[in-house]
Protein backbone atom coordinates (compact mmCIF):
# COMPACT_ATOMS: atom_id res chain seq x y z
CA UNK A 1 0.00 0.00 0.00
CA UNK A 2 1.56 3.57 -0.79
CA UNK A 3 1.00 6.11 1.87
CA UNK A 4 -0.17 9.59 0.79
CA UNK A 5 1.12 12.71 2.13
CA UNK A 6 -0.14 16.21 2.55
CA UNK A 7 2.07 18.85 2.39
CA UNK A 8 2.65 22.36 2.55
CA UNK A 9 4.28 24.04 -0.07
CA UNK A 10 6.46 27.49 0.50
CA UNK A 11 5.19 29.97 -1.81
CA UNK A 12 8.65 30.71 -3.50
CA UNK A 13 8.35 27.29 -5.42
CA UNK A 14 4.67 27.67 -5.99
CA UNK A 15 5.67 29.09 -9.84
CA UNK A 16 8.04 26.29 -10.67
CA UNK A 17 6.47 23.78 -9.07
CA UNK A 18 3.22 24.08 -10.73
CA UNK A 19 5.24 24.39 -14.01
CA UNK A 20 6.69 21.05 -13.30
CA UNK A 21 4.07 19.26 -12.73
CA UNK A 22 1.67 20.74 -15.52
CA UNK A 23 2.64 17.86 -17.80
CA UNK A 24 1.75 15.13 -15.43
CA UNK A 25 -2.18 16.79 -15.24
CA UNK A 26 -2.52 17.21 -18.91
CA UNK A 27 -5.76 15.32 -19.80
CA UNK A 28 -7.03 14.93 -16.17
CA UNK A 29 -10.10 16.17 -14.38
CA UNK A 30 -10.39 17.82 -11.74
CA UNK A 31 -13.08 18.61 -9.08
CA UNK A 32 -13.27 21.95 -6.91
CA UNK A 33 -14.94 22.38 -3.66
CA UNK A 34 -15.54 25.90 -2.06
CA UNK A 35 -14.92 25.47 2.09
CA UNK A 36 -16.36 29.56 3.37
CA UNK A 37 -18.12 29.79 7.27
CA UNK A 38 -20.98 28.43 5.92
CA UNK A 39 -19.48 24.80 4.90
CA UNK A 40 -18.40 23.09 2.13
CA UNK A 41 -19.82 23.21 -1.62
CA UNK A 42 -18.90 22.00 -4.91
CA UNK A 43 -17.60 24.92 -7.15
CA UNK A 44 -17.25 23.21 -10.55
CA UNK A 45 -15.53 19.71 -12.45
CA UNK A 46 -13.05 20.37 -14.91
CA UNK A 47 -12.33 18.26 -17.88
CA UNK A 48 -9.46 17.62 -19.92
CA UNK A 49 -6.43 19.84 -17.78
CA UNK A 50 -3.65 21.80 -19.52
CA UNK A 51 -2.57 22.24 -16.05
CA UNK A 52 -2.22 24.54 -13.02
CA UNK A 53 0.17 27.54 -12.77
CA UNK A 54 0.95 30.57 -10.54
CA UNK A 55 0.69 34.00 -11.76
CA UNK A 56 2.71 35.62 -8.87
CA UNK A 57 1.73 38.90 -10.83
CA UNK A 58 -1.94 38.69 -10.05
CA UNK A 59 -1.57 36.68 -7.37
CA UNK A 60 -3.46 34.23 -8.60
CA UNK A 61 -3.45 30.13 -8.79
CA UNK A 62 -4.93 28.61 -12.30
CA UNK A 63 -6.13 25.66 -13.13
CA UNK A 64 -6.84 25.70 -16.98
CA UNK A 65 -8.53 22.97 -19.16
CA UNK A 66 -9.50 23.17 -22.67
CA UNK A 67 -12.81 24.72 -22.23
CA UNK A 68 -12.04 27.55 -19.35
CA UNK A 69 -9.89 28.70 -16.54
CA UNK A 70 -10.74 28.23 -12.25
CA UNK A 71 -8.74 31.27 -10.88
CA UNK A 72 -8.45 31.06 -7.19
CA UNK A 73 -7.09 34.98 -6.22
CA UNK A 74 -4.80 35.71 -3.13
CA UNK A 75 -4.04 32.60 -2.05
CA UNK A 76 -2.03 32.20 1.15
CA UNK A 77 -1.20 28.81 1.44
CA UNK A 78 -0.60 25.97 -0.94
CA UNK A 79 -0.68 22.56 0.40
CA UNK A 80 -0.56 19.63 -1.65
CA UNK A 81 -1.17 15.76 -1.28
CA UNK A 82 0.19 12.85 -3.41
CA UNK A 83 1.81 9.58 -3.68
CA UNK A 84 5.05 9.72 -4.64
CA UNK A 85 5.75 11.82 -7.80
CA UNK A 86 1.64 11.74 -8.74
CA UNK A 87 -0.18 14.78 -7.68
CA UNK A 88 -3.91 14.09 -6.19
CA UNK A 89 -5.14 17.12 -4.26
CA UNK A 90 -4.09 20.87 -3.74
CA UNK A 91 -6.00 22.88 -0.81
CA UNK A 92 -5.41 26.33 -0.96
CA UNK A 93 -6.38 28.67 1.59
CA UNK A 94 -7.16 32.46 0.35
CA UNK A 95 -6.53 35.88 2.09
CA UNK A 96 -9.89 36.06 2.66
CA UNK A 97 -9.81 32.23 4.61
CA UNK A 98 -11.69 30.39 2.28
CA UNK A 99 -10.54 27.57 1.47
CA UNK A 100 -10.53 25.62 -2.00
CA UNK A 101 -10.09 21.92 -2.89
CA UNK A 102 -9.19 20.89 -5.72
CA UNK A 103 -9.12 17.01 -6.27
CA UNK A 104 -7.44 15.71 -9.49
CA UNK A 105 -8.87 12.57 -11.21
CA UNK A 106 -8.10 10.13 -14.03
CA UNK A 107 -11.24 11.00 -16.90
CA UNK A 108 -12.61 7.56 -16.38
CA UNK A 109 -13.61 8.53 -12.63
CA UNK A 110 -15.23 11.59 -13.13
CA UNK A 111 -18.11 9.79 -15.71
CA UNK A 112 -19.21 7.89 -12.22
CA UNK A 113 -20.95 10.98 -10.34
Do not use: N
Not at 16 to 44: C, M, N, W, Y
Amino acid sequence: MVESSKRGLPRERWRTFFDEVSDRLKGKGADITLSTGDGPRHQSRLWQLHGVSYDPHDDALIVSCRQQEHVISSPTSVLIEGYGRELSLLEVTTKGGDRETVKFMDPLLLSAT
